[in-house]
């Protein structure tokens, strides 16, 4: 079946510092790919999306880009904040459910 | 405009009770879903409404339930409550179901703890 792959956290970085999380995806058909953020004690916020390959999602200085090659949807931002200290989750929308299957997510913590 | 609003935020129970989750999608959304973010188990989906239909369910027992009411809004029933139903319920909301690239938007969630 479907499935998300993210790299295992913590990820501790300093502030300024540039953020790679890596995301692959096993899936049938052609998924749209999302990165969802979860603050503490909060939901999930849509961070971006891409819905086709090669497509660049971004928002807030995150980018990611929709990469069928190597199925994957790796997360970047040039230079972080403390402010984005949270758990990132990596979905895929299945094309025949749409129902979202996530990556195990991956915290990061931003020091000043 | 007010995003998808669930209650109640926080839900305490005791084993073989029942519990009721409720949910209102984003105005003109029609697509429900909900997931369940278990400790240890990431989050995983449960059930899919739209128009008041129930679409799909996830790999959870039958004892997981619900519905869609005219206006859209949601409940979510858990009968016969286990100690490892204790987690955070998440619902989301999409435009209809026209194709899986709709974004889901989701709530603040309900945290349920089974004592």
């Known amino acids: 079946g479907d499935s998300v792959t993210q790299m295992e956290g913590p990820v501790t970085l300093s502030e300024e510092a540039f953020l790679t999380i890596n995301c692959t995806y096993t899936?049938?058909?052609?998924?749209?790919l999302f990165w969802y953020v979860q603050y503490p004690g909060e939901g999930l916020q849509l961070l971006l999306k891409a819905t086709k390959a090669d497509d660049k999602g971004s928002n807030k200085g995150f980018e990611a880009t929709y990469r069928k090659e190597t199925t994957s949807f790796h997360l970047e931002k040039g230079s972080v904040q403390v402010s984005d200290s949270a758990v990132y989750f990596c979905?895929?929308?299945?094309?025949?459910?749409?129902?979202?299957?996530f990556g195990s997510g991956t915290r990061l913590l931003v020091r000043p | 405009e007010a995003g998808v609003t669930q209650s109640p935020t926080h839900l305490i129970k005791t084993r073989g009770q029942q519990a009721t989750l409720r949910c209102s999608p984003i105005s003109g959304h029609t697509s429900v879903y909900w997931y369940q973010q278990a400790l240890g188990l990431g989050l995983q989906f449960l059930l899919w409404y739209d128009e008041g239909e129930e679409r799909n369910r996830g790999n959870f027992p039958p004892r997981f339930s619900g519905r869609q009411f005219p206006n859209y809004s949601s409940e979510l029933n858990v009968n016969a409550l286990e100690l490892e139903d204790s987690a955070l319920y998440l619902c989301a909301s999409s435009l209809e179901a026209s194709g899986h690239q709709e974004t889901q938007y989701f709530g603040p969630g309900t945290r349920l703890l089974v004592l």
């Open positions: 899936a049938t058909g052609y998924p749209s």
């Open positions: 979905a895929l929308s299945d094309s025949s459910s749409y129902k979202l299957i």
